[in-house]
Structure formats: C-alpha cells, structure tokens
C-alpha cells in the first residue's frame, strides 16, 4: 500500500489518531485497487511510516477487522478482507443465493444428494407429515465467489421437491425456481446457534475441525400455512455476521434462550 502525500497524522485534529489511521489505511485500499486477500503493512511499518505507537496502530486494526475490512492472521500479517455473508438471511426468508447476489457476489452450489428419501422424526415433525413419508432431499456445499462458504441440507415435502427433481440447481436458487411453479414461501421460523466443526463438516469447508460455525434452522410455509420446505445449514464462523433492523419498539429478530440440556 503505497503511501500519498496528504497521508499523515494530523496531531492538531480532533479526530483520534486510531481513527484518522483506520480511514488513511481505507483510502489506501481503494486507491491502490487492493483486493481481498491482498497483504498489507505490518504494524510495525505503519508505527514508522505515521510516526505512531504501536497501541494505535492496533486500535485502528482491531476497528477495522471488527468493520469487516480487513482480516489479521497470527504469525502472517493482515491482509485485505474477503466478504461476509450479510446474515440477514437469519432473520428473513431471503436465501443465500439472494442474499449473495445482492452485494454482487455469485453462489455455486455443489450438489451432494438429491433425491427422494423417508422423513424421520424430525424432519416429519417440521414438515407436518407422518414419519416414513417421502420427502425430497437436497444437500448442497455453497461455495460463494469460489470459496466454500456453507452446508446445507434442505428437506421438502414430496409434492413440493418433485419439481426440482432433475433440475440443475449448481448456479441458481432453489427460492427462485419453487416460485417458477408457482411455490412461495410467506413466512416461516429461522433461529441461529453456535456450534463447531466435525472432522468431515471441516474438510469440505476448508477450515480446522473445531472451527466455530453458524447453525441455521429453518422451516418456511406458503400462504395456506403448510410447509415448503426445511433446511439446516452450517455456514463458516470466519465468514457471517448477524445483521438486525431494528425498530423504535420493536426489532425483526429475537435472542432466543436455550433450556438446559438443549
């Protein structure tokens, strides 16, 4: 990241020096075209180059790594951030595909499994159908941009997931092509949790067993009240934030707490 003459410290201004920092490392980005993953410079030659303790320097990487901006690696340096997934899928019915597409990124979907199996207990639970119905099953590793993202496997009733049988669902959204046979979702429950990498989960998302990872659980129903569709997704930890929109009395999502043993 090549340095501008107008970049320095102002020590007149009263802008803290972590924050004029953040917005000259910002600019730079820009204004050298860096792009995610690209390296930058290390604390120690931004102490030099602004004439700045150290302490600075690290409040001004510490913002913006929490802002989404950049990523700091132990032992490698830090480096041009690469997208997070918006999360505002967990508190709407928007999909991946959609939620990605909006920002100008592309979802490849690599299929696993498609195909007609029995629902056990929960998935017939959250479909409302008997258990050993045939449903439709549809697991899917999410890649955005290139870069394995989430698992996914989706469940839906026969008479609803029969009309994605056969269809090539590598480069479009699963939403889209429901409402194609006119299959909508209205409203549904979609909660979030916490939880971690198994060693098979990790190997297909590229992250260490353990790694944290984001639960999503989903069950989606059309206007008549019956559901469409059911889905559990794994999305990588490093890549998700939770987005709210909030209200002056109200909010369009809730921290729901979990009973004991849960």
């Known amino acids: 990241m090549s340095a501008a003459l107008d970049d320095a410290i102002d020590r007149r201004s009263a802008a803290p020096m972590y924050d004029q920092l953040r917005r000259l ?108 119905s045939p449903v439709v099953l549809l697991e899917r590793l999410r890649l955005v941009d290139g870069e394995p993202w989430s698992l996914s496997t989706t469940w839906m009733p026969e008479e609803v997931g029969r009309v994605t049988l056969g269809a090539d669902l590598g480069d479009i959204s699963l939403y889209g092509l429901l409402e194609q046979h006119g299959i909508r979702a209205t409203h549904g429950v979609r909660s979030a949790e916490a939880t971690v990498a198994t060693h098979d989960q990790a190997l297909l998302l590229g992250v260490s067993a353990g790694s944290a990872l984001l639960r999503l659980r989903s069950v989606s129903r059309g206007a008549d009240d019956r559901p469409i569709e059911f889905f559990i997704a794994l999305h990588r930890g490093d890549r998700s934030r939770f987005e709210f929109s909030l209200g002056e009395e109200h909010s369009q999502a809730r921290l729901v707490s979990l009973p004991p043993g849960a």
Do not use: N, W
């Open 25 to 132: 490392i910002i600019d730079g980005i820009a204004r050298d075209g860096l792009q995610p993953g690209d390296p930058l410079p290390g604390e120690h030659r931004l102490c030099e180059q602004y004439g700045i303790s150290r302490t600075v320097v690290r409040q001004a990487l510490a913002q913006l790594e929490h802002e989404g901006i950049v990523e700091r690696v132990k032992g490698k340096g830090t480096f041009v951030a690469r997208p997070r997934t918006s999360e505002s899928l967990v508190h709407t019915l928007i999909g991946l595909y959609d939620d990605v597409a909006r920002r100008g990124g592309h979802v490849h979907s690599d299929v696993r499994r498609h195909e007609v199996v029995s629902a056990d207990e929960e998935v017939a639970d959250a479909l409302a159908v008997p258990v050993g």
